[in-house]
């Protein structure tokens, strides 16, 4: 943890198995081990998928939001596990997944998950994306907690 009480870049790729350009959160604002986390994405406009989504109009792919959340909740579930270098989440289920708003470039995006069932090897969470205070994406997710 820095010194002004915010997890950084460095304590995420200890935890963390991606890398840039797949690596969706950028700052841990708060914590509180298995239960909750928020955590910051800065959205700029040299993203590799503005490329090609969409020339012109520049939009954050939804599954790409859903993978942040995703990744916010790994580093949730895994900060305090002793063996993390040994585990990795997978996906096992998307629910009631909806997007409210466009993600486009100069947006931060809040990612606020809270933990709804969480056993040894199966975790379930909610998911939000915020942007401005506004929701712009939430869902439900279902993960495996697997040795790698």
């Avoid at 596990?81 to 409210?100: C, N, P, S, T, V």
Wanted: charged share 30%; glycine share 6%.
């Amino acid at each position: 943890m820095s010194d002004k009480g915010v997890w950084d870049s460095r304590w995420i790729a200890s935890i963390l198995p991606h890398r840039y350009p797949f690596l969706l959160v950028d700052r841990v604002l708060e914590m509180e081990p298995e239960k909750r986390i928020v955590a910051l994405k800065n959205v700029t406009v040299n993203e590799e998928f503005f490329v090609g989504h969409f020339p012109g109009h520049p939009v954050m792919p939804g599954v790409l939001i859903i993978e942040g959340m995703a990744q916010a909740a790994g580093l949730l579930l895994l900060a305090n596990r002793e063996e993390r270098d040994q585990k990795l989440l997978y996906f096992m289920g998307i629910d009631r997944a909806r997007f409210r708003r466009p993600v486009t470039p100069g947006d931060q995006l809040r990612y606020e998950i809270d933990v709804l069932r969480l056993r040894e090897s199966f975790c379930k969470v909610q998911a939000k994306a915020m942007v401005d205070g506004k929701l712009a994406a939430e869902a439900e997710l279902s993960s495996g907690i697997v040795d790698r």
